[in-house]
């Protein structure tokens, strides 16, 4: 079992920037890759960032040039650096790693992006 836990969300204005971080622990072998999923109210859970252990990094078009995804693998850490954020921005935004063909999830972290 993998447990995730995320933190860093709240309330900006926006433009303003946000750093999430999800920790993994439990059994902890290959954690790959980990990811960042966002849920608005009404919306599909759609894909937001992922980065495998080796640093590849995909992003959604919507936040291209905005986020950045990274990790920190001695510490099973997951980091999304948000800026310039925007009111279409708010969702609860989850951790996804896969372990051995399995997902685990986070959950969640509200983020809110007033205008």
């Known amino acids: 079992q993998v447990q995730l836990v995320e933190s860093g969300g709240g309330l900006v204005q926006a433009g303003g920037s946000l750093r999430l971080s999800c920790a993994a622990s439990?059994?902890?072998?290959?954690?790959?890759?980990m990811a960042w999923y966002r849920q608005a109210p009404g919306k599909q859970r759609e894909l937001v960032a992922a980065?495998?252990?080796?640093?590849?990094?995909n992003y959604a078009d919507s936040v291209k040039g905005r986020f950045t995804i990274y990790r920190d693998n001695a510490k099973n850490t997951v980091y999304l650096q948000m800026n310039s954020l925007k009111p279409e921005d708010t969702a609860v935004y989850y951790c996804?790693?896969?372990?051995?063909?399995?997902?685990?999830w986070g959950k969640g972290t509200l983020v809110t992006v007033s205008s």
């Open positions: 439990g059994s902890i072998f290959s954690i790959n890759p």
């Open positions: 996804k790693c896969s372990s051995f063909n399995v997902d685990y």
């Open positions: 980065v495998t252990s080796g640093g590849s990094t």
